[in-house]
């Protein structure tokens, strides 16, 4: 299975994006999907995630604000982020595993990610 995240951008504090993450070659609905962010010169940090059930895992940060979803029949999965603020800039990164996990290594195939990029 390959990943491929796309629809970062450049947008204003308070604005919305919708990356998307499309798997190729398989399929990940019998597993768990998640996003992850990672800024200039910090760690990567997951940001949702998403388990086959439903259940879903959020970051402090982002809860409120940031909604995961998966839309199976064409095996993509969403991160829509609304009302955005300058701490959310990152390169964000889909990652697929077999069920949600804490940890990045439990994620077992990554996207290339894509850059969102919020002005004040």
């Known amino acids: 299975v390959q990943l491929q995240a796309s629809g970062g951008g450049l947008v204003q504090a308070g604005g919305s994006l919708r990356p998307s993450c499309v798997a190729s070659?398989?399929?990940?609905?019998?597993?768990?999907v998640a996003w992850y962010r990672q800024a200039p010169g910090k760690e990567r940090e997951q940001v949702a995630a998403?388990?086959?059930?439903?259940?879903?895992k959020y970051a402090e940060s982002v809860k409120g604000r940031f909604t995961i979803s998966r839309h199976n029949g064409i095996n993509t999965t969403y991160l829509q982020m609304n009302s955005l603020k300058p701490e959310d800039t990152a390169v964000y990164y889909c990652?697929?595993?077999?069920?949600?996990?804490?940890?990045?290594?439990?994620?077992?195939?990554w996207g290339q990610g894509t850059q969102v990029t919020v002005s004040s």
């Open positions: 998403l388990a086959s059930g439903g259940m879903t």
């Open positions: 070659g398989g399929t990940f609905s019998n597993g768990a």
């Open positions: 990652a697929s595993g077999p069920r949600v996990g804490v940890e990045a290594y439990e994620y077992h195939v």
